[in-house]
């Protein structure tokens, strides 16, 4: 069945083979970039990028931006 | 050799990252500034944009420390989230609190900032609060056991220089951790006043990046904070409020 997910605040269909956080990382095409993933409001450490996608998960990608 | 926690760092100049013209510019302006500590702000990444290059990614992250702000916060619980989300990516455990409480001047809320100062330290941070140039909360967060604290010149991103040096210096001779100047610095006249007030350190941005050649002006910096450093370690003359001759006053030529 087909997911759909909230990444990064838009509606979001996950591909069949995307079945992990890490996967979709690449999927995206960010699997090397420095980045941080909030599931579902909880900060995942990169240690648990192969957690499952479920559906309505709620996925936000965040990274650093320059700043002051 | 400014040491905040158990890091040693040469250069006491630390940089801001945002609004520079180009990414080429801006990598000239950190090499020259010779800047080891440079902040970042954490934000959702533009996924659906195609990719834009992302400046961190292109430094070579062994010879910098990451200090990233907590700008966007506006309470306590979000600024450490946002700390918490920055630990998360593994390049850092400094972070600078940063809690606006005036929208129109920028400047810091004092009580949200001494919440999550507390709160971060419990967790382990090593923690910089951005705070006012108020003598009594940056005693008060001194207490607490920051790291350093990060009194502000003037509102972010105003350029006015030192607004109370009185203050600064209060707050510099009551600190037992390292008092960087941040926010407010125009020129590098402000930041050598600063660290001829004392100051173990300078953090600014905008003096740079909106600078009409901010690698100059980098350099420029650079070169102020040292001098300032200098002039502090030597100790300056008095002031006095009449002129007194530096030629000797004896065996005059004249009548």
């Known amino acids: ?68 | 050799m400014l040491k905040i926690a158990d890091k040693k760092f040469s250069s006491r100049l630390l940089l801001g990252t945002g609004k520079y013209p180009s990414f080429k510019i801006q990598k000239k302006a950190v090499e020259v500034s010779e800047a080891e500590i440079l902040t970042f702000a954490v934000r959702r990444m533009d996924i659906f944009e195609k990719s834009q290059p992302n400046f961190l990614e292109q430094l070579d992250l062994t010879r910098y420390t990451l200090l990233p702000n907590t700008a966007g916060a506006s309470t306590a619980e979000e600024a450490v989230h946002i700390a918490r989300l920055a630990k998360a990516s593994g390049l850092c455990d400094m972070v600078k609190v940063e809690i606006i409480g005036c929208s129109r001047s920028l400047l810091p809320d004092p009580v949200e900032t001494l919440r999550a100062s507390e709160m971060l330290l419990e967790e382990g941070f090593i923690v910089l609060p951005y705070t006012s140039d108020d003598v009594v909360l940056a005693r008060k967060l001194c207490e607490l056991g920051v790291h350093a604290i990060m009194p502000g010149a003037a509102p972010i991103g105003s350029g006015r220089g030192i607004l109370n040096p009185l203050n600064l210096s209060f707050i510099i001779e009551q600190s037992n951790v390292p008092v960087i100047i941040d926010a407010g610095v125009g020129s590098p006249k402000d930041a050598a006043f600063a660290m001829e007030l004392g100051a173990d350190g300078v953090l600014l941005n905008t003096a740079v990046s909106e600078a009409a050649n901010p690698v100059m002006m980098a350099e420029a910096m650079k070169l102020a904070i040292e001098a300032g450093r200098l002039g502090y370690k030597a100790g300056r003359m008095p002031v006095r409020d009449y002129g007194v001759a530096s030629s000797p006053t004896e065996g005059l030529v004249t009548n």
Do not use: C, W
């Open chain 1, 1 to 68: 069945m087909e997911k759909m997910i909230d990444l990064n605040g838009k509606s979001y269909s996950v591909v069949p083979e995307v079945g992990t956080i890490q996967q979709l990382l690449e999927h995206l095409g960010l699997g090397d970039r420095i980045l941080i993933v909030e599931k579902n409001k909880e900060i995942l450490q990169k240690d648990y990028y192969d957690a499952p996608i479920m559906d309505r998960d709620q996925i936000e990608i965040i990274h650093f931006v320059g700043g002051g």
